[in-house]
């Protein structure tokens, strides 16, 4: 199985700040993915990357970026966070079998005061 | 945009019942459906993967799939307290069926 690793459980930043979340998943696979969980409006994907420095824009990408400079780790940036960006942000990683299981870390609860 | 529906719940259902959960989709070519559960304060991991039409079971489970309906559920037969959780529903969300679209999810709670 993939393993997911965030590095931060729980966040509390200020409007404005520069935010990364980091993600690091231990197999050599490609795929790897953000995504953002609300009460209400479920799992939605931010952004998602295939390769190394590739990267694709999921359904609510506004306010984000992501960096992808080697394989095992995918981060997501808040350039300026806003208070519309406390979350729980999740990140998965593809397994190598033909299932399209995704392994999820175990999030990452941000706070914008 | 590919959307998958699914009832917010509660579903509530006594231990030892069969617990049904169901789930719609907007995007006919649709290939392979996938149920998560997530307990709550977790994250999601994979019960069940579905590509054919029919049934498939694993153990307590059973997904269904109809295409032609755009409809996929879950059975959980002999329900017990640990089922309690949210499942979700997703579809891939582009060709390559790299990333998933996920349903809102359906909460579960068996009672004992």
């Known amino acids: 199985d993939v393993k997911v690793t965030q590095s931060s459980r729980y966040l509390v930043k200020r409007t404005g700040e520069k935010v990364f979340l980091e993600c690091v998943q231990d197999m050599d696979h490609e795929n790897m993915f953000w995504y953002r969980q609300d009460p209400g409006l479920g799992l939605r994907l931010i952004y998602f990357?295939?390769?190394?420095?590739?990267?694709e824009k999921g359904d609510i990408p506004e306010g984000y970026s992501v960096s992808r400079e080697k394989k095992e780790r995918f981060s997501l940036i808040l350039e300026s966070a806003s208070t519309n960006q406390t979350s729980m942000y999740l990140c998965?990683?593809?397994?190598?079998?033909?299932?399209?299981?995704?392994?999820f870390g175990e999030g990452s609860r941000l706070t914008v005061l | 945009q590919k959307e998958v529906e699914q009832n917010s719940g509660p579903l509530s259902v006594p231990e030892g019942a069969i617990a049904s959960l169901n789930c719609t989709y907007s995007?006919?070519?649709?290939?392979?459906f996938f149920w998560y559960r997530q307990y709550s304060g977790k994250s999601p991991e994979l019960i069940m993967f579905?590509?054919?039409?029919g049934d498939k079971e694993d153990g307590r489970f059973t997904a269904q799939l109809n295409k032609a309906s755009q409809y996929v559920s879950l059975l959980i037969r002999d329900s017990q307290p640990s089922d309690s959780a949210t499942y979700l529903c997703a579809v891939p969300a582009n060709q390559a069926g790299t990333a998933l679209i996920f349903g809102k999810g359906t909460t579960l709670s068996v009672s004992s």
């Open positions: 579905i590509y054919s039409n």
């Open positions: 998965a990683g593809r397994g190598q079998g033909n299932t399209g299981e995704l392994f």
């Open positions: 990357s295939y390769d190394v420095k590739m990267k």
């Open positions: 995007d006919r070519g649709s290939q392979s």
